[in-house]
């Protein structure tokens, strides 16, 4: 099955610097790669999402990355800011068939220092 | 709209206890998914629906672990005979489950906080 692993687990950035998070996948077949949010106490929440048709995508501050020949997808946040702080998890999917839910990384733990 | 809804958001309960959790999901989500989520750790799957049938139960830990879905919405975890490793939070997850990009992302819950003494 697939298997995604997330780094780093922590990372402290000042306000207004960039945050980069890395992840990568073993299965080829894998070509849904969303990231999730998750605040404390909440439930994650769904901020940004690439498909393997397209190497990168920008959502305002907010932009990730794909290169499926090495099997790795990274997250970028721009000009970060104090409610930027949450575990952030990617996770990866193959389309169609059995293959319907979402293997997840371990998460990382932002923290935007002001 | 509303969202995905779970309760209770918080149970304590004794070990050797049955626990039920509830998941309500986005109307007209055809898809249904069961996670959990232990301490510090990323998300683990346990089981999907498709309307009201599951067809992937691969996740599930144990046979004390059941999961059914009636009228192709609200889903129910079971937890039987519960242990103190059951304790985590568990999250629902919905999606329109189509064939075409957009429809199979899921939403989520904000989950049940299961704490077995």
């Known amino acids: 099955g697939e298997n995604v692993e997330q780094h780093p687990s922590t990372l402290s950035v000042q306000e207004g610097d960039s945050a980069v998070i890395k992840c990568t996948y073993s299965?080829?077949?894998?070509?849904?790669f969303p990231w999730y949010k998750q605040e404390l106490g909440k439930g994650p929440q769904l901020i940004i999402d690439?498909?393997?048709?397209?190497g990168e995508k920008k959502d305002q501050r907010i932009a990730v990355t794909l290169n499926k020949t090495a099997k790795h997808f990274s997250l970028h946040i721009t000009e970060t800011q104090p409610e930027d702080s949450a575990v952030y998890f990617c996770?990866?999917?193959?389309?169609?068939?059995?293959?319907?839910?979402?293997?997840f990384g371990s998460g990382t733990q932002l923290t935007v220092l002001p | 709209g509303a969202g995905v809804s779970q309760s209770p958001s918080n149970k304590v309960t004794e070990k050797g206890k049955d626990v039920e959790l509830r998941c309500d999901p986005i109307s007209g989500h055809t898809a249904l998914y069961w996670y959990r989520q232990s301490l510090g750790q990323g998300l683990e799957f346990l089981i999907y629906?498709?309307?009201?049938?599951?067809?992937?139960k691969s996740g599930l830990p144990s046979d004390r672990f059941s999961a059914e879905r009636t009228g192709g919405s609200v889903s129910t975890l079971t937890i039987q005979r519960t242990q103190q490793e059951d304790s985590a939070v568990y999250l629902c997850?919905?999606?329109?489950?189509?064939?075409?990009?957009?429809?199979?992302?899921?939403?989520f819950g904000p989950g049940t906080r299961l704490t077995v003494l």
């Open positions: 690439i498909r393997s048709n397209v």
């Open positions: 629906f498709q309307g009201n049938s599951a067809p992937d």
């Open positions: 299965d080829s077949a894998s070509n849904y």
């Open positions: 997850a919905s999606s329109l489950a189509g064939t075409s990009p957009g429809t199979d992302t899921q939403y």
């Open positions: 996770a990866a999917k193959g389309w169609g068939g059995s293959a319907r839910q979402l293997t």
